[in-house]
């Protein structure tokens, strides 16, 4: 399994910053999207695809745990990163 950056940010309070990972050649299934900060605090999001109508980049990340208080959301290959209340640099990795 490979683990590509996605993401690596300096954050401000509450910031969001949009990912198109559609273009990295990115499709179902993603597999976990993993954030850590300098601190060594960590969030990881497993891949829910959709099975039922069997679409490509259907579906969403569930949040599995969270010490970032980030916030993850899909729209047809395209991630939206919400940081949480507080200024932090943030690395994302998929790991597909």
């Known amino acids: 399994m ?3 950056i996605v993401l690596s ?3 401000a309070a509450n910031e969001s910053a949009v990912v198109d990972i559609k273009s ?3 499709v179902n299934p993603l597999g976990v999207l993993t954030f850590q900060n300098k601190t060594g605090q960590s ?3 497993l891949w829910q695809g959709d099975t039922f109508y069997n679409r490509e980049n259907a579906g969403y990340f569930k949040e599995i745990n969270n010490d970032l ?10 991630i939206t990163v ?3 209340g507080g200024k932090q640099y943030l690395e994302g990795a998929l790991k597909q």
């Open 2 to 4: 490979n683990n590509v």
């Open 9 to 11: 940010k300096d954050f």
């Open 24 to 26: 990295w050649g990115f």
């Open 43 to 45: 969030a990881q999001f």
């Open 69 to 78: 208080g980030v916030k993850v959301s899909h729209y047809e290959g395209f």
């Open 82 to 84: 919400t940081n949480g």
